[in-house]
């Protein structure tokens, strides 16, 4: 296949993955996007790894990864390990219980902390969903003026955008217009073939500036 990251936006798949954003979809008017980590590369405290905490409960990322889009999945009673310990300088003391499985490798390398297995709590869940651009905007905090979906609907219909379209946005701000518009111009990946052939396949392409380094990672 040709080089491509490939959007969960556009080529969710049948099942979650790490790496892969998702919707948790809490009630009609509450949804958090989330990046599904199978590791705590910055080190929460948290037994279980990467955790997300909403307000019907805590939800390990090991308890989403690898499951059906659509699913409805129980809250854990998240264990906080290092978390709540802290030393003289605020930061979370190691947990000793996890020590023992951070000991370097023989080629001297730290390896990796196994994550506790999730305990179900007795209240709480979520439904797991793939990201659209809908639910994108639904969820997004109004830091900037946001495009919602009447108004980047008629846009694209008005600039009557199609599958292989170009577009160049000045501006990506919350993202809204800019995943809406990437799944319009959006007609598949090139494959190797393709992309060696001298008749390459037209892919849509959409071109976004933005000066705003946080708004960009």
Not at 31 to 40: Q, Y
Not at 162 to 187: K, L, M, N, Y
Request: proline share 7%; with cysteine.
């Amino acid at each position: 296949m040709a080089s491509h990251c490939a959007s969960s936006f556009l080529t969710p798949g049948p099942v979650a993955h790490a790496n892969a954003v998702a919707v948790l979809h809490l009630k009609r008017d509450l949804l958090i996007p989330v990046k599904l980590e199978a590791r705590d590369d910055n080190d929460e405290g948290y037994a279980e790894g990467k955790v997300t905490n909403t307000r019907f409960g805590s939800f390990p990322h090991s308890t989403l990864i690898g499951l059906p889009w659509g699913t409805q999945v129980r809250a854990s009673a998240v264990d906080t390990g290092s978390r709540g310990r802290r030393g003289a300088n605020g930061k979370p003391e190691i947990d000793r219980r996890r020590k023992r499985v951070e000991e370097p490798d023989a080629e001297g390398e730290e390896a990796p902390p196994t994550p506790k297995a999730a305990v179900t709590a007795a209240t709480g869940f979520v439904h797991l969903l793939p990201p659209t651009p809908e639910s994108w905007t639904t969820s997004l905090p109004h830091r900037t003026q946001v495009v919602y979906t009447p108004d980047y609907s008629y846009i694209l219909h008005r600039l009557r955008v199609r599958p292989g379209s170009v577009i160049i946005e000045a501006g990506a701000g919350s993202g809204s217009f800019t995943h809406a518009a990437a799944r319009a111009v959006f007609d598949g990946y090139q494959n190797e073939h393709e992309s060696r052939s001298r008749k390459r396949k037209r892919t849509g392409k959409v071109w976004s500036y933005e000066f705003h380094e946080q708004r960009v990672d």
